[in-house]
């Protein structure tokens, strides 16, 4: 399974941004797609989930409200439509793959991972 996240940028606070991951190959075998983010001298941290049919979604206490993911069947993308941004928000944020629901918050069982895509908010 390859991803291509891609949709960072510079943007004011309070200002809005919509990241995108385009997955391909073995697609099928994954369960679900979540949205991590790493920002300097902090750990990676769940940020979204959703399950490859779209039925399920999940986010973090700090996306919760005004963060949404969903996923284009079409396209094969999953997409991370971010409204209200806060400095804080700032890192870079990875889309990746995982075999099963359940695991869905945890970085340690995806497999997959995109490159990252740098997202930035200023004051």
């Known amino acids: 399974v390859q991803l291509q996240a891609s949709g960072g940028g510079l943007v004011q606070a309070g200002g809005s941004l919509r990241l995108s991951c385009a997955a391909s190959g073995s697609i099928n075998s994954v369960d679900a797609v979540g949205w991590f983010r790493q920002s300097p001298g902090n750990q990676r941290k769940f940020v979204a989930g959703?399950?490859?049919?779209?039925?399920?979604?999940t986010y973090a206490d700090s996306a919760e409200g005004r963060f949404t993911i969903s996923r284009d069947n079409a396209k094969n993308t999953v997409y991370l439509q971010m409204n209200s941004l806060k400095p804080e928000d700032t890192a870079v944020y990875y889309c990746?793959?995982?075999?099963?629901?359940?695991?869905?918050?945890?970085?340690?069982?995806?497999?997959?991972w995109g490159q990252g895509t740098q997202v930035t908010v200023s004051s």
């Open positions: 990746a793959a995982v075999h099963e629901w359940r695991w869905v918050k945890i970085s340690s069982k995806y497999k997959y």
């Open positions: 959703i399950s490859w049919s779209g039925a399920l979604a």
